[in-house]
């Protein structure tokens, strides 16, 4: 067992973003001993999280401009600049391959995938998320994703009972985990 509380022997690098193609390889070392990527998805903020870095950036403007303009203006670029940085940089990546799950730096072999629950409806989300929620699980969301799935872990020596992670494809995550897609 790993410290994020899974079974998972092999350490896989991601590899660079490909724009969002789940049957490109994430992980290229991955090919190479037969370990094909099934699914792969990076979940980038929105593009409404623009506004709230433009907001932060403008606070910045304000607070620095009283003592110099060019400083304001400086703060402002790097306000803006910085805070997208850190918000692509620290975005999660759910990446399936034929032995693997992985959902941000938290991974665990295949055979301990049980039964998966894509949730679509503001009202599912809201109870799942909610008073459904065990605090034992695994819980990787991202403010601008709304979907989520749930995801069963089998794995005897493992506490967690599941994984629920946001997703902007619910139905084909849940497809590629049970194999129900080809």
Do not use: K
Request: proline share 8%.
């Amino acid at each position: 067992m790993n410290e994020h509380g899974t079974n998972g022997s092999q350490s896989l690098h991601p590899g660079p973003d490909d724009a969002g193609d789940p049957g490109s390889p994430a992980f290229p070392e991955a090919e190479e001993y037969g370990n094909r990527v099934l699914y792969r998805e990076r979940l980038n903020p929105a593009w409404w999280m623009w506004l709230l870095y433009a907001g932060f950036g403008l606070s910045v403007l304000l607070a620095l401009s009283p003592i110099s303009l060019w400083l304001g203006a400086l703060g402002l670029v790097l306000a803006i600049g910085i805070t997208a940085t850190v918000a692509y940089a620290r975005a999660a990546q759910i990446v399936v391959t034929e032995e693997e799950l992985q959902v941000g730096r938290a991974r665990i072999e295949r055979r301990f995938v049980g039964e998966v629950e894509p949730f679509t409806e503001a009202g599912e989300i809201r109870r799942v998320r909610g008073p459904e929620l065990d605090a034992r699980a695994f819980m990787s969301f991202s403010a601008s994703v709304g979907p989520i799935c749930r995801i069963e872990i089998t794995d005897p020596v493992d506490p967690t009972p599941y994984w629920l992670t946001s997703t902007r494809r619910p139905q084909q995550l849940a497809d590629v985990l049970t194999g129900a897609s080809s």
